[in-house]
Each structure stands twice: as structure tokens, then as C-alpha cells.
């Protein structure tokens, strides 16, 4: 697998949006080995103001401009998932790194095409589940895997979100409730977080049902789902999203139950989990988060680019969440 020369990781991004305000671009400077060098972005105003504020030097309204930047040596394409296949195609044949927003792509088949052009350019593909590297994430793995509470034998995810009046007066707006940009909706986009850290706690998942809905009717997308899902090593699974609930049925929990305790944790809350067993009773542990919460996974990706260490999150592994949830919607 062809990574790159250098000694130094000079990242492009294409479509600096929200997600590269906090979340992830900022930290690619704050990285050793590892500099912002140029942005792209279709709106001429906003990539200039994005470049001006975050002090980036090259600024691009055409993706081939940016990704043929011969300083441009990895790419992190920060789109809607719509565009993830094309742009990764024309990255991997330009032989760059590839480093994809979440979910991996609309569709598992196109997640295959992008995993297929990266092995044959013989570049690196990654996407940015970046929970397989926080704290308490990693914590939670590292408790299953000293057997603390015992023989996994059940997951149980229970998700429920308010309807905002945010989400009924910018519906026209809202890309991720609408499943020919985002593959599905706020399923597609929240629970493919928690999907892909079940699969980096407990394995990959091997079969999985599901029942989806529109029952509010405010945008075209699913508003709930129901599910359940048996991994490869014999434990099993079910969940609950329902995205149009009432203010006081918010709620956003995963327990991971096993045959002498339970984890459980919010999956976009703070960095707190609650470990209770017999022998210890219930204990509450807290973890600092990173200011820009992609910050630990860029440094895997840049650490694995220069052939320092080994990202968590790739294609391949990124790839099999869109084939639960595909299984979950029973597109297949």
C-alpha cells in the first residue's frame, strides 16, 4: 500500500462546512507532521472567509484544482455523503490518502467502489468514526476485552430526539433528512456513530433486521427505526431511534449487558460511562474530550499515512456500518 513520500502530512479538504469549523480541520495543524494547506468549497465568499479565519493559505471553488495541487498530498473530503463515492474516485486516482466524513457513502455498494479504486490506486482509506478513538470509547472496549463484566450477552441502544422547531422550518435546508443526499436521515447520520463502535467494541455485526417509519411526516426520510442485530461472536442486539418525541422523552443511552455487569454510556454526551458489577457496585467514570473531537483519530490517520502507527477507522471497517444499516432498512 502506496502512503505518501514525505515526512509531513499536507491536507486538502473539500467542503468546509460545518463539521470543519471545531470538529476536525483545525486539528489537522494542531497534529505533528501534519498541516492545513488548502480548502474547497463551491461558495467563492464562504471559502474565502473559512480560509481567512482559519489561516489557511490556498483557497478553491473546483474540487480537481484542489485535489491536483501537487502541495495537496491527502485529502479529507467533508461532504454530504452523496458526492463521497465521486470525489473518493477522483482522490484515489490522483494517488492520494483518502479521509471521508461519516457515514462512508449513500450506499454499501458504493462504499465497496471507493474501498475497490483505493486498493487499486494502492492508497489509503479512511473514515472519520472518530469515537474508536476517545477516551471513554476506548475504555469501554478496554473493559469488555479484560472480561470485567464478563460474557457479552446483549446491546441495547435507546435513542430519542425532540422535534426542534429548527428542524421543521429549515426541512428545505436540512440535508440529512433527505435520503438522495444522506443515504437515509438522522438515522443514517447519529446511529451510524453508535453502529460503528458496537462493531470496534464487539466485533462486526453478522445479521441484522429492522422496521422503519415516517410517522411524523415532516421531511422525506425515516423518523423511526427499530432493530436488532446478532454479532459474530453470539451476542445480540436491538435499538430504538425515534427522532420526532417529546422534549421530556429525550434520551440517548447504550448498555452493553454482560454475565457479571453492564456498561452503559451516552454516545453524544460528555465523556462519562457507568460500569457496574456485583463485586464493585456502580462506578462512574469521566474522561476529558478533545476540544476538536476528531483531534485523536487524525492523529491515527496521520501516524498511519506516514507508516508511524495504524488507524482504528478505515473503508473496510467503515463500510460494514452501511451494510448493517442497509440490512437494518432492508434495502438489500
Not at 479538504?13 to 492545513?36: F, T
Not at 494547506?37 to 465568499?45: L, S
Not at 440529512?176 to 463502535?197: C, E, K, T, W
Amino acid at each position: 500500500m502506496k502512503k505518501i513520500k514525505e515526512d509531513e502530512v499536507r491536507w486538502g479538504v473539500i467542503g468546509v462546512g460545518d463539521v470543519c469549523e471545531v470538529k476536525s480541520a483545525p486539528a489537522m495543524d494542531l497534529v505533528p507532521n501534519s498541516k492545513l494547506v488548502a480548502v474547497m468549497r463551491r461558495n467563492e465568499e464562504m471559502v474565502k472567509d473559512y480560509a481567512r479565519r482559519h489561516q489557511v493559505p490556498k483557497w478553491y471553488t473546483k474540487t480537481e484544482e484542489l485535489i491536483n495541487d501537487p502541495e495537496v498530498n491527502a485529502v479529507y473530503i467533508a461532504t454530504p455523503p452523496y458526492a463521497h463515492k465521486d470525489l473518493a474516485l477522483m482522490v484515489a486516482a490522483a494517488g492520494k490518502p483518502v479521509y471521508v466524513e461519516k457515514p462512508m457513502a449513500k450506499t454499501y455498494q458504493e462504499c465497496q467502489e471507493m474501498i475497490k479504486a483505493c486498493e487499486q490506486a494502492g492508497v489509503p482509506l479512511y473514515v472519520a468514526y472518530y469515537r474508536r478513538t476517545l477516551p471513554h470509547f476506548v475504555k469501554v472496549k478496554e473493559l469488555i476485552e479484560k472480561g470485567v463484566i464478563g460474557e457479552i450477552r446483549y446491546v441495547n441502544i435507546q435513542m430519542n430526539q425532540a422535534k426542534t422547531p429548527e428542524v421543521v422550518s429549515q426541512v428545505k435546508d436540512n440535508w440529512r433528512v433527505s435520503p438522495d443526499i444522506a443515504g437515509g436521515g438522522y438515522f443514517y447520520d447519529l446511529a451510524s456513530h453508535q453502529l460503528d463502535f458496537l462493531d470496534f467494541a464487539l466485533g462486526p455485526i453478522k445479521k441484522a433486521h429492522g422496521i422503519k417509519a415516517n410517522q411524523a411526516g415532516l421531511y422525506p426520510a425515516e423518523d423511526i427505526v427499530t432493530a436488532s442485530w446478532e454479532f459474530g461472536a453470539g451476542a445480540l442486539g436491538s435499538g430504538s431511534w425515534c427522532f420526532t418525541i417529546d422534549e421530556i422523552s429525550t434520551k440517548d443511552c447504550t448498555t452493553i449487558f454482560g454475565s457479571k455487569g453492564q456498561i452503559s454510556f451516552e454516545t453524544f454526551g460528555d465523556g462519562k460511562l457507568v460500569l457496574e458489577t456485583e463485586d464493585e457496585g456502580r462506578q462512574v467514570l469521566e474522561f476529558d474530550l478533545p476540544k476538536h473531537i476528531q483531534h485523536k483519530l487524525i492523529q491515527a490517520v496521520v501516524d498511519d499515512i506516514l507508516g508511524k502507527g495504524l488507524s482504528p477507522s478505515t473503508g473496510v471497517s467503515a463500510a460494514r456500518t452501511n451494510w448493517v444499516m442497509e440490512e437494518i432498512f432492508a434495502k438489500r
